[in-house]
């Protein structure tokens, strides 16, 4: 039995829910509010983030990079050729510089002021450094996504997938981190057909539904968000 | 035949001079300046960021996390029971855990402020950011490492090695952070005498000799950076 303590917001933890999906690995959801700081939490993660994962009563596998190479490892096997990481060492090291890129450039640059600005800093008491969104932060963010968007149309021009010509670990990573800020209605899809349209290819698999149904209260998403034909 | 594009002053950069040492992996230097921003190296990575491995006149590995496997996928086999990356799922999972510890969150809060302020802001031109440091940022950071030693004290008085019972990953990552804040006279180490006495371990290895022989022009380093027994 496989528990994922997650945010719903969280790119991270998106990534880390499709990709269980991806590898038919069931597991129980626990939302977790990392400014809580919540004590058993802090004991499984000290570092008090999210995602991290539990299978049974072992140790906690904590953060993408750890919990993707622990489900490769441990059900890549089985999963035969829908495995998301690929064979050779040189394709290997692609996937993960573009899992680097998604959850660490493409977040502290783009996504990660997005939500914080615009999702948590609702969330959370003014006490844990909420309030009103951060003009600035958001304005920053919004020019720094054109930069991101025009590489990966690069990538996406260029190759079938944005790793290589199979579907693999950085598609979800980027897509997941793209879905958030689609939900905010802050993707400016038009400017990069190419993105859009391998984005509408991994939007429409089965793994991504749960995601596109979920909503921030008080906070529908962008009229295309959930449309597959957006 | 492989190359290594670093700057002394990058953590992450260190932490891969000591592993390809470690694996027996002899590899060319080549001093990049990030904020340079040279075009042939933009090409190698566009993340623009070091460190990058390449291996003859293959594709780049950019990236510590990628560089990491691709080295123990590439000659793991090879240094037998040296290898760097233990083998049970569990362990490989702590490991990865502290190296992403190491790169992401003691380098934002801690490690990454005091090269920036210290140390990169003298070498940058005035127009890619240069100048004198900001000491909100340094007083943060100086703050915040108070927090991480005593979790390293932790982890150092409750295992043989940061990750367990063996050297691993996990070691170079948090020492070659604490390297550079080390340099600058900024880790408190009598606070915290289980990560001095872990920390004097690690120097003494021949790997580490070729870090603790740098300078940075007209910045001598802390009386006891180069002292094996501190």
């Given at each position: ?8 917001f ?7 829910r ?20 919540r ?10 983030s999210v995602?991290?994962?539990?299978e ?9 990079f ?5 489900l490769?490892e ?13 064979d ?7 996937t993960?510089?573009?899992v ?10 783009v ?18 450094g ?10 920053a963010?919004r ?9 990966f149309?690069?990538?996406a021009a260029?190759?079938n997938?944005?790793a290589g010509?199979?579907l693999?670990?950085a598609?979800f ?6 879905s958030?800020?689609d ?14 349209t391998w984005?509408a ?6 793994s991504?539904?749960p ?15 959930e449309?597959?034909?957006?």
């Amino acid at each position: 039995m496989l528990t994922l303590f997650h945010h719903p917001f969280s790119p991270a933890s998106r990534f880390v829910r499709l990709i269980l999906t991806e590898y038919g690995a069931k597991s129980e959801l626990v939302i977790e509010r990392p400014w809580e700081r919540r004590r058993e939490f802090l004991l499984l993660n000290p570092a008090g983030s999210v995602p991290v994962l539990q299978e049974n009563d072992g140790p906690p596998v904590c953060g993408v990079f750890a919990i993707m190479e622990y489900l490769d490892e441990t059900r890549g096997y089985a999963v035969g050729n829908r495995r998301l990481m690929p064979d050779h060492p040189d394709a290997r090291a692609e996937t993960r510089r573009l899992v680097d890129w998604a959850v660490n450039k493409l977040d502290q640059e783009v996504v990660g002021p997005f939500v914080r600005e615009r999702v948590y800093k609702q969330e959370m008491p003014n006490s844990s450094g909420g309030g009103a969104p951060d003009s600035t932060a958001l304005r920053a963010a919004r020019a720094n996504i054109r930069h991101h968007m025009r590489y990966f149309g690069y990538l996406a021009a260029s190759r079938n997938w944005l790793a290589g010509s199979r579907l693999g670990f950085a598609d979800f990573a980027v897509a997941a981190e793209l879905s958030c800020a689609d939900y905010l209605g802050e993707v400016p899809w038009e400017d990069e057909q190419n993105v859009k349209t391998w984005y509408a290819r991994i939007k429409s698999r089965p793994s991504f539904r749960p995601l596109l149904s979920e909503k921030v209260r008080g906070m529908p998403p962008a009229a295309s968000y959930e449309d597959l034909d957006f």
